[in-house]
């Protein structure tokens, strides 16, 4: 019996974004198929926000070409095409009312729309209160945003992308700003919305090999705008590769499906 070939979410070709004659991303193709849940690894500068504008059509690239679930933007309504696509970032965190509460604020991910005017109706009520129990933050419905912890502040912000039903879920360094205990809850809190039935794919954003959890099958490695490497994590997560990331030799240990990484040395290595 013939096997059936896996259906592809996120098709990325030769992406290119120039910036005043500076080359941001220079031929990056990649590849996302339903199932995997991917990692976005790299150091400050690497690419990694450029590539999420394009993604997320904020940015028009200067070359190449973008598909998602089939949809190519330039050729497609690329307003539609985004609103398929959830993300959580320090940018939106910081835009929220204080005296919003985390069941309105969740609703009002269902238009796209920060500080929401409109009237939430019943329905929609409802709806936020199933995506804050998907969640795990039920308890939060009636809290005030600006008494939310960090933590519970991004697990709302994921409840909020959860209401436009989206394909794909963009992590933008959602540990930025957690206490180490904080962090590990979010950690797993992640792992196990990464298996529920039906989750969206994942894309984590970040430069900690720290937060890269078992759930996530494949990662992206940029460097000055270029792929270095692309693949499962048994391939990409390796020393040498790392080294050559984060210009410094180190050394990598894995444990439980989870990595540290020690920093051996300021050595400038070479790619």
């Known amino acids: 019996m013939k096997r059936a070939t896996p ?3 996120l098709s990325v070709d030769g992406l290119r974004l120039e910036r005043s004659g500076t080359h941001i991303l220079d031929g990056v193709s990649w590849r996302v198929l339903h199932g995997q849940h991917w990692v976005i690894l790299g150091a400050n500068g690497s690419g990694k926000t450029s590539l999420l504008s394009a993604l997320t059509g904020y940015v028009m690239p200067t070359a190449g070409e973008i598909s998602l679930l089939g949809e190519t933007y330039g050729r497609s309504d690329w307003r539609e095409l985004r609103k398929k696509v959830g993300i959580v970032s320090s940018s939106v965190r910081q835009m929220m009312a204080d005296e919003e509460t985390a069941l309105d604020a969740v ?8 500080q929401f005017w409109g009237r939430v109706s019943r329905s929609e009520k409802a709806e936020a209160l199933q995506r804050l129990r998907q969640v795990e933050c039920a308890y ?12 519970e502040r991004q697990r709302v912000l994921i409840g909020r992308a959860l209401m436009a039903h989206p394909q794909v879920l963009i992590l933008d360094e959602p540990c930025a700003g957690l206490d180490p205990a904080a962090r590990e809850h979010f950690l797993q809190f ?3 919305l990464g298996r ?7 894309i984590l954003v970040t430069h900690h090999v720290e937060e ?19 693949g499962k994590k048994s391939l990409t997560l390796s020393p040498k590769i790392l080294s050559q990331t984060f210009g410094a030799e ?18 400038r290595v070479v790619a």
Do not use: C
């Not at 609703?107 to 920060?114: D, P």
């Not at 180190?250 to 040395?265: E, F, I, N, P, Q």
């Open 7 to 9: 259906r592809q979410v």
């Open 107 to 114: 609703a009002s991910g269902k238009y796209a729309m920060i």
């Open 140 to 151: 939060l419905a009636g809290r005030i945003w600006g008494v939310l912890s960090q933590g």
């Open 190 to 192: 992640l792992q196990r």
């Open 196 to 202: 529920q039935k039906n989750a969206p794919t994942l």
């Open 212 to 230: 890269i959890m078992p759930v996530f099958s494949n990662v992206l490695i940029l460097k000055e705008g270029r792929v270095l490497a692309s």
């Open 250 to 267: 180190v050394k990598l240990h894995a444990k439980a499906g989870r990595y540290t990484m020690d920093v051996l040395s300021r050595r």
